[in-house]
């Protein structure tokens, strides 16, 4: 017995149809194929969405600081598998999401020494634990193929949470601090409109949600 896989004429007339209402809507629909939704990489894809791979895949979101929790998640599941299931680095899928307060985890010493970060995310020092003049964890993540995300709407908001009291009410003053600290993130930190909508593309694409945050 054979199995046909040409497509119906009416329905594939009826994807046309909803593609080109789609185009004219400015709306972007998946690629088809034969008839059939495509998993293949959209031309839309955001960078670190390309750079995803892996078969174990998970997404660690924190949106409280919790002392890194999410990044100290991230590398006991990467040495996990590689050091019990003997999976590679390159096998795992990994992504740390961090929005809220926890953006303060991203920013360099020069942001820590100038303002009350570490007061704010419930730490004492002047410089960023997770920096490079702390425990290099961001660092370490990223160069075993973890990739670390932030949320461009916490940052636009980060002055309400990290300025100092008094100048927490200006206007210009909080948009010119969301200014300064997105050009004062760590290397390898990448940008993402919204944490929320990343969290859903995450796992559209494999990866497991934990949440790493109090």
């Not at 185009?23 to 629909?29: H, K, P």
């Not at 959209?42 to 919790?66: C, I, K, N, Y």
């Not at 002047?126 to 932030?150: D, E, F, H, W, Y």
């Not at 210009?172 to 993402?192: D, H, K, Q, S, Y």
Request: net charge positive; glycine share 8%; hydrophobic share 40%.
């Amino acid at each position: 017995m054979t199995t046909s896989t040409a497509v119906n004429p009416a329905r594939r007339s009826f994807l046309m149809r909803l593609a080109a209402a789609a185009t004219a809507l400015g709306v972007s629909t998946p690629a088809v194929v034969g008839g059939e939704p495509s998993d293949h990489a959209s031309q839309a894809d955001e960078p670190w969405m390309r750079r995803l791979s892996g078969s174990q895949r998970v997404v660690f979101h924190a949106h409280e600081p919790t002392n890194g929790l999410a990044l100290t998640w991230a590398r006991t599941f990467l040495d996990t598998h590689k050091n019990t299931y003997g999976h590679r680095d390159e096998e795992c899928g990994v992504v740390v999401a961090l929005n809220g307060k926890s953006v303060g985890l991203t920013f360099n010493d020069a942001l820590w020494s100038r303002y009350p970060i570490a007061s704010t995310l419930a730490m004492t020092g002047t410089k960023n634990p997770a920096g490079p003049t702390g425990s290099g964890a961001i660092a370490q993540l990223i160069a075993r193929g973890v990739i670390v995300l932030v949320c461009q709407n916490s940052l636009r908001a980060s002055g309400l949470r990290f300025l100092p009291e008094p100048q927490r009410s200006d206007a210009a003053t909080r948009t010119a601090f969301a200014e300064e600290v997105t050009a004062n993130l760590l290397p390898g930190i990448e940008i993402v409109p919204a944490m929320v909508v990343t969290l859903q593309q995450a796992q559209d694409r494999g990866c497991r949600y934990v949440y790493a945050g109090g």
